[in-house]
């Protein structure tokens, strides 16, 4: 592999209603095999999968920095969550059990919990290996086939992994990969064997996908857009507060759902607090993502960079103030030069009501904004549609407990920023959508509950 910025990768069919289809009927068929398997035999497969993903991790790391830009120290981060993913849930596939309920007069009741049939997964661009398996791995580990359609901007990476399942052991067709667009989705969301859908992805579309599910009946999991809150109070670890935003903000060149990008700093260390975040922003060192000294890439495509670089433009005509970044960046290696590199940017002076505030950006784009109480801060905080993630950063460990239970979203984080281990159940509030990846809640959304009473003396009739 070599890095080619601005140029074709390969050249990937998008799958039809045809070809949709058949990959249905695939997985069906895979489905009544791997159903009727135990536990216990689905665990040892999927160990099989997380080995080798753990064996190839250089391999599908360099894949996966092509794919999508980001830096070859993050792609072997995702690859690491993405193995840990699968023996997590292989883990739990023979644990996995109903109740049983004792009723008068030796009676009883039981539950069985039993998996949903076809699931399809709908994977975002920033994360494609690692998205597709923290919704194959419980659907999996449920019993379930899977579906599933990558980003048409990132295809590759998710066809090994399809890969690395067969050679795992599971049965033909188990875990089928389709690929294209929004007509690739809606043939898939729309196909009468599929019985759940898992997206991830923006709001627009999340709201599409759940008008075709609602048709079909159908359930799903929406893990859609954010704009979430960062609140650095002054009696926080200044260092580990400055590294918590940059985390924050600039992973994978600023293209994640959750980051903390509205940045509330206590005004009696705004100053401080901005200057340093300032210093170490203008050091990260952006190029060839292959490059191990590498921290940030090149964004997905030149739309997306114009996008970008339109919100920050729009900014300075609002009356914020670029501190640093924000311009385009061109590598010095020639052969980078039709990257769509950028340097990430930190704008003061902001206010709650600019667009640079309000809207998701999705790109290496820092807001900062002062306050100056606890009670003012957590209000604004909250005072947005979306509700996927907060942090708060603070030495007072009760003051952190009750800012996090006041803030309306789904995943929160004390002292730290984007640590999402597979352990922990991830997802949002409000437009941030409903339903939850990873832990063990993923397992509620990939299995359903029947119930069985049994009576053991004669019927009470009222008749």
Known sequence: FKTCPGRVLCKVPCSGEKEVDLAVQSAKAAFKIWSQMSGMERCRVMLEAARIIRE????????????NGKSIFEARVDIDVSWQCLEYYAGLAGSLAGEHIQLPGGSFGYT???????????????????????????????????????????????????????????????????????ATGQFLCQHPDVAKISFTGSVPTGMKIMEMAAKGIKPVTLELGGKSPLIIFSDSDLDNAVKGALMANFLTQGEVCCNGTRVFVERKILDTFTKEVVKRTQKIKIGDPLLEDTRMGALINRPHLNRVQGFIKQAKEQGAEVLCGGDLYVPDDPKLKNGYYMRPCVLGNCKDDMTCVKEEIFGPVMAILPFDTEEEVVERANATKFGLAGGVFTRDIQKAHRVVAALKAGMCFINNYNASPVELPFGGYKFSGFGRENGRAAIEYYSQLKTVCVEMGDVESVF
């Open 56 to 67: 190839q991790r250089e391999e599908i790391a360099t894949m996966e920095t092509i794919n």
């Open 112 to 182: 069985r919990r039993e998996p949903l049939g076809v699931c399809v997964g709908i994977g975002a661009w920033n994360y494609p290996f690692q998205i597709a398996c923290w919704k194959s791995g419980p659907a999996l580990a449920c019993g379930n086939a899977m579906v599933f359609k990558p980003s048409p901007f990132t295809p590759i990476s998710v066809v090994r992994l399809a890969e690395i399942f067969t050679e795992a052991g599971v049965p033909k067709g188990l875990f089928n990969v389709v690929q294209g667009g929004a």
